[in-house]
């Protein structure tokens, strides 16, 4: 019986969400430093910021928004690595491709 209940906690509360995977609070994400819910996307979007390349957990990469504004995003190749209403923002100024809720305006990328 307390093999079962073991089993059953571990799955109810030892699998956590990753980076890009919705949430509606910080709590939701994680609770290493840095780790938050951007509630600025749709449905919540677990991300670590700020972050350096190579810090990232390993579904995710470190994009750079601005000099001082960096995020852990998912990884993709293309639209179908990312949850649904996302799409996979192909590589620029540097940066990898990542999963975000829309492909970003020219006048609002500014490469580092």
Excluded: W
């Excluded at 609770?31 to 996307?41: E, F, N, P």
């Excluded at 670590?48 to 990884?75: H, L, N, W």
């Excluded at 829309?102 to 990328?109: D, L, M, N, Y």
């Amino acid at each position: 019986m307390k093999v079962r209940f073991l089993v059953f906690f571990v799955l109810l509360f030892g699998c956590g969400r990753e980076i890009g995977d919705d949430c509606s609070r910080n709590s939701d994400c994680g609770s290493g430093t840095g780790y938050m819910c951007d509630l600025s996307k749709p449905g919540g979007y677990c991300t670590i910021s700020p972050c350096i390349e190579g810090t990232c957990p390993s579904e995710a990469v470190c994009v750079k928004f601005s000099p001082d504004d960096s995020y852990c995003m998912r990884q993709c190749h293309d639209d179908f690595d990312c949850r649904k209403g996302y799409v996979c923002v192909k590589a620029f100024c540097g940066n990898p491709s990542f999963c975000n809720s829309s492909q970003p305006q020219e006048s609002a990328i500014s490469c580092p």
